[in-house]
């Protein structure tokens, strides 16, 4: 792959199975040129943030990304290759692209509702859209603002309400999403299917996704020693007091003692610090309510599916595209490879994979010129990767994560070893 300079903008122009592509230069999170990133199959992983994109299509295919990219036609020749650019309907240069979809469609009740204004909530709404589902979504958050990027608040500075928004309130009206601001959810009745709100009133659902503190059951002032599971199924939650909750539990709340009458039957009250643990569709044990975001404990395909809490922007942007996809009856599992980032004194680290457990770390580079690698080992496989200006390694650990192709310790070990990252040619 390559950029090229198209008038005052960038392409990238890739070769896969022998076929010419052409598509937007910039990745739709924060502007990154693809070009340094890493290309595997038909896709490429951009170097600081970890989206993904077709390079045939320009879809998005891994988050933190939530836009697709512009496509452009190719017309190779034994000597040349040429494009065609790709124009917005009012003759500017597109740089975005939002895949197509539907909005509500007239006597369609069916109703999913979204406790949360979050990344996973969005993600749940536009991929129910992008599916042409056509019943009614309501998405219910306590905050006056419409759903934001929360990964600016902690790096940038006196930063603008306005400028954070991830869609603006024209997007929610042209796609029948209805938006509740201000609003917070005081109780689920999973018997009846309905939420009470703080404002006293109560709307039914046909299906549920909570994103916030909510409960199913509750065992209270406890907390969890350990989760068994097989398979990604959860079998028992040992708590510290010695209960052990059985395989149909599968959330845990730890806080104050609710009343007793939210304890009866499929009550839900939310007054208390949870966790919900679900399973790779990310489903709970409560028929027609899902789970996602910072909240659920869920099976990591990565790290042979063990149950784990990672409270990752990308990852809850994944868990709201596996939900939808699994409203609407068409299979899918989580199989996002975590990718995170941090900004300090300036200088961003980033971070892929999942390092708990780990044995020994290689580490390339030197920490006082603030330019290094630490891949961290685990049963002598690379399990995650950290690093400061050694882009688009990072990227590169991810996609052969992604790939489930293993890194050996000897491998990691190797002097030269980014040339186990053939398409990082750049280096």
């Not at 740089?95 to 509500?104: A, E, L, Y």
């Not at 406790?115 to 909530?121: D, H, M, R």
């Not at 938006?179 to 109560?202: C, H, I, M, Q, Y």
């Not at 503190?213 to 002032?221: G, P, S």
Request: proline share 4%; glycine share 8%.
């Amino acid at each position: 792959m390559m950029e090229v300079e198209v008038g005052r903008h960038t392409v990238l122009l890739a070769r896969t199975d022998g076929k010419y592509s052409a598509i937007g230069n910039q990745c739709t999170h924060y502007g990154a040129p693809l070009s340094k990133g890493v290309i595997s199959g038909h896709r490429v992983r951009c170097p600081w943030h970890g989206s993904c994109f077709n390079v045939q299509t320009g879809d998005m295919e891994e988050f933190p990304g939530i836009d697709s990219l512009p496509c452009h036609k190719v017309r190779p020749t034994e000597t040349h290759v040429y494009l065609t650019r790709t124009f917005s309907v009012n003759l500017i240069w597109q740089q975005k692209r939002i895949k197509s979809m539907g909005t509500s469609v007239p006597g369609v009740t069916h109703t999913i509702l979204l406790l949360g204004g979050g990344a996973a909530s969005l993600m749940c709404a536009e991929i129910l859209r992008q599916q042409n589902f056509g019943g009614r979504i309501i998405m219910v958050t306590r905050d006056d603002l419409l759903p934001y990027d929360k990964t600016r608040l902690s790096k940038v500075m006196n930063v603008e309400s306005e400028t954070i928004l991830l869609r603006r309130r024209e997007f929610f009206h042209q796609y029948d999403i209805e938006v509740w601001l201000k609003k917070e959810a005081l109780s689920v009745d999973t018997d009846r299917k309905t939420v009470t709100f703080n404002d006293g009133s109560t709307q039914s659902y046909d299906q549920l996704l909570m994103l916030s503190e909510k409960d199913v059951k509750f065992y209270m002032n406890d907390s969890v020693i350990e989760v068994k599971g097989v398979n990604g199924k959860v079998k028992e939650v040992v708590l510290k007091s010695g209960t052990v909750i059985p395989t149909d539990v599968l959330i845990v709340g730890i806080g104050s003692i609710p009343n007793s009458e939210f304890l009866q039957g499929s009550k839900i009250q939310m007054n208390a610090k949870n966790f919900v643990i679900v399973d790779k569709g990310m489903r709970t044990n409560v028929p027609d309510v899902y789970s996602g975001g910072d909240l659920v404990t869920f099976p990591l395909a990565m790290a042979n599916n063990q149950l784990v809490n990672i409270g990752h922007w990308q990852m809850a942007q994944a868990h709201g595209r596996v939900v939808a996809l699994n409203m609407l009856k068409k299979p899918s599992e989580l199989t996002s490879v975590p990718f995170y980032w941090t900004v300090l004194l300036g200088k961003t680290i980033r971070y892929t994979g999942y390092g708990e457990g780990y044995t020994d770390i290689v580490i390339k580079g030197s920490f006082e010129e603030r330019k290094f690698l630490a891949l961290y080992i685990k049963n002598d496989g690379v399990i995650a990767a950290a690093g400061l200006n050694y882009d688009p390694v990072v990227s590169a650990v991810a996609e052969r994560l992604a790939a489930g192709k293993v890194i050996t310790k000897k491998e990691a070990e190797y002097v030269k070893w980014f040339c186990l990252f053939p398409l990082c040619s750049h280096f």
